[in-house]
C-alpha cells in the first residue's frame, strides 16, 4: 500500500457507522449473521473500502459503531477476513454501545454514553458502505487548511470552545472551529435514473482568501474536485416540500436575516448529501447538549448551518456561542 499522501494531525479519529442496513434488508434480514459492513462488493467487504480510504490518508485511529448482535461478526471478520486483515496496523476497535439498534438516529448515536467517551478529538464521521475515488487527503487538507482555523470558518469571532486545546494550521488557540460536509451531484447519474431523493441546500460564498478549490496542487481542481462555500441552510427535498404545503400560499420563504447576512445565496437541489463529516471536537457537546436532534444532515448540521445567521437567541439556544458555522465541499 503507498505511503499517506498527508498526515493528520495527532489524535485525529474516524468513527465508522456500521448499522444493520435497513435499506438493503433483502441482503441483511439477520444483521446479526449478515450486517451491512459485510456484504460483499466486488469480492471485497463493503466496509473495505472505508477503512483503506482512511488508512491512505494516514487516520489510523478508527472505530467502527456497531449495534451489539452484530459485534461478534464484525469482530470475526476483522480477524478472519484476508482482506480485512491485510489493512495495516493498528486494526480499528469496535464500539457496540447499549440500546443502538436500526431506529437510532445519527444525532441520537453521537448523544450514547459510550460514543461521547470515545470521541477524544477532531473526528470524521462515515458511513460503512463509503466508496469515494476523491482521496481522503483532499477533504482533510481542505478543512485543515481553510475551514479548522480562526481565518477559515468564524470571521475571526473569539469562541469558547471545550476539549483539547492546540495550536493548528490556522493559528488558533481554543482548537479547531468550522466543519465540512460533502455533497455531490446526482446530474446523470443512477439517483436521477431512479427519481431518488435528493437534499436542499443553500450557500454563500466564502471570502476571496478562503474561496479556494479542493486542492491547492491543481489550480484547475475547482471543475475536478469540488468547490468550496459556506453552508447556510440544508434539508432533504422532501422536508421543503412539506414546508411549502403547509404554508398558506403553498411557496417556500426565505427569512430576511438570511439575505441581510449575506446578500446572496445560491440554491441547489439536486445533490445527495455523502455523509461524510469532518467536525471538530467540540461538536460532541453540540450533539450531546440538543437532545431534540435526530439527524446528523438534517438536525445537527442544518441546524449549525442556520446559526451563523439567525437571531441571537436561536444561536445561544442552540449552541450556546455567540457565532458559529460551517463550511462544505461539493462535488
Not at 473569539?158 to 482548537?175: A, D, I, T
Request: with cysteine.
Amino acid at each position: 500500500m503507498p505511503h499517506a499522501l498527508s498526515t493528520p494531525q495527532t489524535g485525529f479519529q474516524a468513527l465508522i457507522l456500521c448499522g444493520p442496513g435497513g435499506s438493503l434488508n433483502t441482503f441483511t434480514t439477520v444483521p446479526a449473521e449478515h450486517p451491512k459492513a459485510l456484504i460483499t462488493l466486488a469480492n471485497r467487504p463493503m466496509v473495505w473500502y472505508v477503512l483503506d480510504w482512511c488508512y491512505r490518508m494516514g487516520v489510523t485511529n478508527i472505530t467502527l459503531i456497531t449495534p451489539p448482535e452484530s459485534e461478534t461478526t464484525i469482530s470475526a471478520a476483522l480477524a478472519q477476513n484476508p482482506y480485512l486483515t491485510s489493512l495495516p496496523s493498528p486494526s480499528p476497535d469496535i464500539l457496540a454501545p447499549e440500546g443502538l439498534d436500526h431506529e437510532t438516529g445519527t444525532a441520537e448515536l453521537l448523544r450514547l454514553p459510550q460514543v461521547q467517551a470515545c470521541i477524544v478529538s477532531d473526528f470524521m464521521l462515515l458511513p460503512c458502505d463509503l466508496v469515494c475515488h476523491v482521496p481522503g487527503e483532499t477533504f482533510l487538507e481542505t478543512w485543515m487548511a481553510h475551514l479548522g482555523g480562526l481565518g477559515g470558518a468564524i470571521d475571526g469571532t473569539e469562541l469558547e470552545v471545550p476539549g483539547p486545546k492546540r495550536v493548528g494550521l490556522g493559528g488558533e488557540k481554543g482548537g479547531r472551529r468550522g466543519g465540512l460536509s460533502v455533497w455531490y451531484s446526482t446530474v446523470e447519474r443512477e439517483e436521477s435514473v431512479k427519481d431518488e431523493e435528493c437534499d436542499f441546500f443553500a450557500t454563500a460564498a466564502l471570502d476571496q482568501e478562503h474561496d479556494a478549490p479542493l486542492s491547492k496542487n491543481d489550480p484547475d481542481s475547482r471543475n475536478l474536485q469540488g468547490v468550496l462555500r459556506k453552508l447556510v441552510w440544508a434539508m432533504p427535498m422532501s422536508s421543503l416540500m412539506d414546508e411549502c404545503e403547509e404554508s398558506k400560499d403553498r411557496s417556500w420563504h426565505i427569512r430576511s436575516s438570511l439575505l441581510a447576512r449575506y446578500g446572496s445565496i445560491k440554491c441547489l437541489t439536486k445533490f445527495r448529501d455523502a455523509h461524510i463529516y469532518l467536525f471538530p471536537y467540540w461538536v460532541k457537546d453540540f450533539a450531546r447538549l440538543n437532545d431534540d436532534f435526530d439527524s446528523v444532515s438534517e438536525d445537527l448540521v442544518g441546524t449549525w448551518a442556520k446559526a451563523d445567521w439567525r437571531k441571537p437567541a436561536y444561536r445561544a439556544r442552540h449552541t450556546g456561542r455567540k457565532s458559529c458555522s460551517v463550511g462544505r465541499a461539493m462535488r
